[in-house]
């Protein structure tokens, strides 16, 4: 019922710089959070970067002032842009989202997933 899929990952130098989206698609009534995760080998998943659809925005210190997350609500969509990227960002960036949607069986929230995409730092 309700579906994220990310795209612009890929392979950049050092210094160099990425833009991420996620668009959120289905029976969305509303959502609350757009957030960006992301996991590199062997290590937990860590919260990158967060929006509320007031847009009030949190960001992690490892990316303060490197990174811009922002969404456009009437697209249901979320940005993460990526500047001065470092080997250490390397890792697979997932895109995460607290919505409501239409069960058909009335409205629900729930949050959703996306399937992720790797991004890697390397000269």
């Known amino acids: 019922q309700v579906q994220l899929v990310e795209s612009g990952g890929g392979l950049v130098q050092p210094g160099g710089s990425l833009r991420l989206s996620c668009a959120a698609s289905?029976?969305?009534?509303?959502?609350?959070?757009m957030d960006w995760y992301r996991q590199a080998p062997g290590k937990q998943r860590e919260l990158v970067a967060a929006?509320?659809?007031?847009?009030?925005?949190y960001y992690a210190d490892a990316v303060r002032g490197r990174f811009t997350i922002s969404r456009v609500n009437a697209k249901n969509t979320v940005y993460l842009q990526m500047n001065s990227l470092k080997p250490e960002d390397t890792a697979v960036y997932y895109c995460?989202?607290?919505?409501?949607?239409?069960?058909?069986?009335?409205?629900?929230?729930?949050?959703?997933w996306g399937q992720g995409t790797q991004v890697t730092v390397s000269s």
């Open positions: 289905g029976s969305i009534v509303s959502i609350n959070a």
């Open positions: 995460n989202a607290r919505l409501t949607y239409d069960s058909g069986s009335g409205y629900r929230t729930s949050a959703y």
């Open positions: 929006i509320t659809n007031g847009g009030s925005t």
